[in-house]
Nanobody, 120 residues
Framework: VQLQASGGGLVQAGGSLRLSCTVS????????MRWYRQVSGQQREWVAW???????NYADSVKGRFTISRDNAKNTLYLQMNSLHPEDTAVYYC???????????????WGQGTQVTVSS
């Protein structure tokens, strides 16, 4: 199983970016999916999660500005980020709980991260 994150970049404060994360491999089903972020030298921070059915939850720091969504047909996770602040600058990682066709229990897999930089 591989997770490929994309969509990061440089944006001015107040701008928007949309991150994507595509899951590939021997997938039977994908359960909960999450976004995290990490600033260099700091702990990785949970940002948002979404269930298979579309229920969502957000960290207080991004609530009202970020929207997590998923396209189950495309095995893809999204994070729409609006009204970006300089403190949103971080490497963003996706994580998915995946049931494969070759292993009996679901497991968590991580993407490689995509850099988001917000200039003031």
């Amino acid at each position: 199983v591989q997770l490929q994150a994309s969509g990061g970049g440089l944006v001015q404060a107040g701008g928007s970016l949309r991150l994507s994360c595509t899951v590939s491999g021997t997938i039977a089903s994908i359960n909960g999916m999450r976004w995290y972020r990490q600033v260099s030298g700091q702990q990785r921070e949970w940002v948002a999660w979404i269930t298979t059915g579309g229920s969502t939850n957000y960290a207080d720091s991004v609530k009202g500005r970020f929207t997590i969504s998923r396209d189950n047909a495309k095995n893809t996770l999204y994070l729409q980020m609006n009204s970006l602040h300089p403190e949103d600058t971080a490497v963003y990682y996706c994580r998915a709980n995946v049931q494969t066709t070759t292993y009996g229990y679901p497991a968590d897999y991580w993407g490689q991260g995509t850099q988001v930089t917000v200039s003031s």
